[in-house]
């Protein structure tokens, strides 16, 4: 039932990314790209204040897209085009799961191939990006002082639990579909090692593309600096460059130091833009449209991301949903008489319903909350206490035959240190480290507020007191179940066994002692 309630509440904010999706995948074919200059202010005059002052793609994400309040407090409307969008994510949805598993089971063939097709033209196509091999040196040079930081470890315990779908009722509602001889050891370690592949060969293109953006970057800062220089400086015939800009900054120090202090340079460094690269949404929103802009063909670019961005989320929702009605269905909660389509429609509609509140002005800030907390520690939660059901309650024994039963081979020392210590511990101590990171900082978001003094740079501000009891519920909430089931289960067994000992026992007072000495 926990999972079955992270299922439910996970869709329904990742469907509004799904909507996303669906409205940039929209305004890809325009020529230009809408995400490539400011638009027009009212007066004709020109362009507008708030894209001038920021740039033209955080502009459309945050003003055309999201129409993003200055905070959390103020809701804003909603937006009638990403309302639109999300109710054709929804109807999308809907359509694939018509005829149950077997509508899913065809169209994951496309979901799942078709952005490796899309990877493979990105990586090719990447790799030939200035840059990109700065990029990659990146992704794959270790910084050992961040895994000291007990958020990264979240991080990445949160990453391989919706990569994997641990704890999610999606990944329990499909195995009950394999037959009861199937080989769970083999597609295991199969599913692992392709989805750790998977993320590897996805991240090659992720890190080609934050490279070729942070050297573009780094060098419109050095052709800024030398136009100051050159504007400030006789350099007779001779040009400054981005080459050997440094030599001539050194030059210049080493003569008239005062002058080139006066001109208060901006300091260039590739690493320093390569650290500031987005992530989250802001990677495939503001980064990436960003990226694509400067690609020649940059919409058949921007068009094949989104349409293998939505293949991926349409792949996760399937998960979500199915996760969401196997379990209702088990429980017995459908009515005899409704259809399952109607059942399925009812749910796909109180989902949207309820991802309304994704649509407002203030709706990226509610889709972060509901990411940061249903999708990270409450996964945490349930996967500990899935191990102590079934290793603690079941016994690691019984759970050993049933593994034989299914494969015809028991499980071996590694699958059982994982089971009894390592995977419990590790659980343990990440949520260990989550508490005490929540209780020594206070929890803030970055807001997009056109009034703040270091605009175009994000407002970080302080959750609202209430705003953190919602908080607080979004983790409880799913994990209430744990609890609440296991209470019931051992009051309603305490009351069975009792009543079962009673009927045993003979109605004759003066036959209990024989069947006393006979039990």
């Known amino acids: 039932m926990a999972s079955m309630i992270v ?3 996970v869709g329904v904010y990742y469907n509004t990314i799904l909507a996303w999706v669906l409205w940039y995948l929209f305004h890809s074919f325009q020529n230009p790209l809408p995400w490539s200059e400011c638009p027009v202010n009212d007066d ?14 955080n502009y459309f994400w945050y003003r055309q897209t999201l129409n993003v309040t200055a905070n959390i407090e103020t809701s804003g409307s909603l937006q009638w085009w990403l309302v639109l969008c999300l109710a054709t994510a929804w109807c999308i949805v809907y359509i694939c799961f018509i005829k149950g598993i077997e509508t899913i089971g065809k169209a994951v063939y496309v ?5 490796y097709l899309v990877l493979t033209i990105f990586i090719v196509r990447a ?8 990029g990659i040196l990146y992704l794959f040079t270790p910084e050992w002082e961040i895994l000291m930081k007990p958020q990264v470890w979240l991080d990445a315990a949160t990453q391989i639990f919706f990569s994997l779908s641990l704890a999610f009722g999606g990944l ?10 199937n080989d769970c050891e083999r597609d295991a370690v199969i599913v692992g090692c392709i989805n750790s592949a998977t993320s590897i060969y996805a991240s090659i293109p ?3 593309i934050l490279g070729f953006k942070a050297t573009s970057n780094y060098n419109s800062c050095l052709e800024s600096n030398i136009l100051s220089l050159t504007n400030s400086f006789d350099v007779g015939d001779q040009n400054i460059t981005i080459e050997n800009y440094n030599s001539w900054l050194d030059s210049l120090n080493r003569t008239d130091s005062v002058s080139v202090a006066r001109l208060n340079l901006t300091k260039c460094n590739l690493q320093t833009f390569l650290d500031q690269s987005a992530s989250g949404t802001g990677l495939a929103f503001i980064v990436f449209t960003e990226a694509v802009i400067s690609m020649p063909g940059s919409q058949v670019w921007a068009v094949l991301f989104f349409i293998m961005l939505f293949s991926l989320g349409l792949s996760s929702m399937f998960g979500n949903l199915e996760g969401v009605l196997a379990p209702l269905r088990d429980l017995k909660v459908v009515p005899k008489w409704m259809p399952p389509q109607l059942f399925t429609a009812f749910i796909a509609l109180l989902s949207f319903l309820v991802g309304l509140v994704f649509t407002m002005g203030s709706g990226n800030y509610w889709l972060e909350i509901f990411n940061n907390y249903v999708g990270s520690v409450s996964l945490l939660i349930i996967a500990f206490f899935e191990l102590v059901g079934v290793i603690g309650f079941r016994g ?3 759970f050993g035959d049933d593994i034989e039963f299914m494969t015809g081979r028991r499980p071996n020392l590694f699958w059982k240190a994982c089971w009894l210590v390592i995977s419990p511990l590790l659980l343990l101590v990440v949520f260990l480290a989550y508490i005490v990171v929540q209780v020594q900082t206070t929890p803030t978001y970055p807001a997009w507020n056109p009034d703040y003094v270091d605009f175009p740079q994000t407002e970080v501000q302080p959750y609202p007191t209430w705003v953190f009891v919602i908080c607080v519920l979004l983790v409880a909430i799913p994990v209430a179940p744990i609890p609440i089931v296991a209470l019931y289960k051992c009051i309603s067994n305490l ?12 109605s004759n007072p003066y036959c209990n002692e024989g069947f006393d000495k006979d039990t």
């Open 206 to 208: 992720i890190f080609a």
């Open 396 to 398: 690691i024994r019984q």
């Open 172 to 181: 329990i509602a499909f195995s009950s579909y394999n037959p009861q001889k």
């Open 111 to 115: 979901t799942a191939t078709f952005p």
């Open 44 to 57: 004709r005059t020109g362009y507008v204040q708030e894209c001038v002052d920021s740039t033209p793609v």
């Open 495 to 506: 009351f069975r066994t009792t009543e079962t000992d009673v009927q045993n026992r003979p």
């Open 7 to 9: 299922s439910f509440l």
């Open 127 to 134: 790799l030939t990006l200035p840059g990109a091999t700065d």
